[in-house]
């Protein structure tokens, strides 16, 4: 279900508004799933941590679950962020040890809607998962995110700025995001589970992929801007669940990644000038 749905080849696609709870549990009512993938949120650059809209998809969260048990649904996974955890300042961020403790409205309503479909799931015995993403990159991104806006610059041959680029993130490649939650979905796997590739790199590091792949390295200029305060240092996925008891296929290398993206910016950079 989607706003302006696009059917993959063998999907059958319906347009809801899962901010209408009447129209969602009308849907459901009918369709009768027996498990939903719910991803919904609002997401819009550089408002989303403190918009108000993070309450009304807490609320719409919650009422979703609520219908989708009436509707004989047996298993919803929901989609959580990295944000939600307190991250260490070395090591990994891992779902049964790293406390949680997020920060920004986005991910206190996150961390909100997990526990209350992770305790409504066990007073319906519905099977509840929640999947934490990390950071995804690949083509539909925003243009001003880290890597289009390095990988327009350097397709236009400009001058690619970013900041000191020390600071160290798990990325991955949105393609391999969506088969780990697809076996997720499939799986019986249960509570908390990390979508990341658990792999580190430092945003210097994903910089100089992407100038590689340009075949420009020349155009990215670490330290051009400043650094941004109160960054985390560090955040990494533990991804043994993932792999282990999900089975989750390996994700692609970073150089793979960052390389196919890069040419998909650089098929589209000259419409977006």
């Not at 403790?101 to 206190?108: D, F, Q, R, S």
């Not at 526990?115 to 099977?127: M, P, V």
């Not at 990988?151 to 001058?159: D, K, S």
């Not at 590739?197 to 590091?205: R, V």
Request: with cysteine; net charge neutral; proline share 7%.
């Amino acid at each position: 279900m989607s706003r302006s749905p696009a059917a993959a080849p063998g999907a059958h696609a319906i347009a809801v508004d899962l901010l209408d709870t009447g129209a969602t549990r009308r849907v459901l009512t009918d369709v009768r799933p027996d498990t939903i993938l719910h991803a919904a949120w609002s997401v819009e650059p550089g408002r989303f941590w403190g918009a108000g809209e993070n309450l009304d998809w807490l609320a719409a969260t919650v009422q979703l679950a609520r219908a989708a048990a009436d509707a004989g649904v047996t298993r919803i996974i929901g989609v959580g962020t990295c944000f939600e955890y307190a991250w260490p300042d070395n090591g990994i961020c891992d779902e049964k040890t790293t406390p949680v403790g997020p920060t920004t409205l986005y991910a206190v309503a996150k961390d909100s809607a997990r526990r209350a479909l992770a305790g409504w799931g066990a007073e319906t015995k519905l099977s509840f998962a929640w999947a934490r993403l990390f950071f995804l990159y690949g083509p539909f991104e925003h243009p001003s995110r880290l890597v289009p806006s390095i990988a327009i610059n350097l397709a236009r041959g400009l001058r690619a700025p970013l900041s000191s680029g020390g600071i160290v993130r798990d990325f991955m490649d949105v393609r391999d995001a969506g088969n780990a939650l697809a076996a997720l979905t499939v799986s019986r796997v249960e509570n908390e589970v990390n979508i990341g590739s658990g792999h580190s790199a430092t945003l210097e590091q994903v910089a100089n992929c992407l100038g590689r792949a340009a075949a420009r390295p020349d155009l990215i200029a670490c330290g051009a801007l400043p650094d941004r305060p109160h960054e985390p240092p560090r955040i990494v996925a533990a991804t043994g669940r993932l792999r282990t008891e999900v089975g989750a296929p390996a994700p692609r290398p970073l150089e793979q990644g960052l390389s196919d993206t890069y040419a998909w910016w650089q098929s589209r950079a000259e419409d977006m000038a």
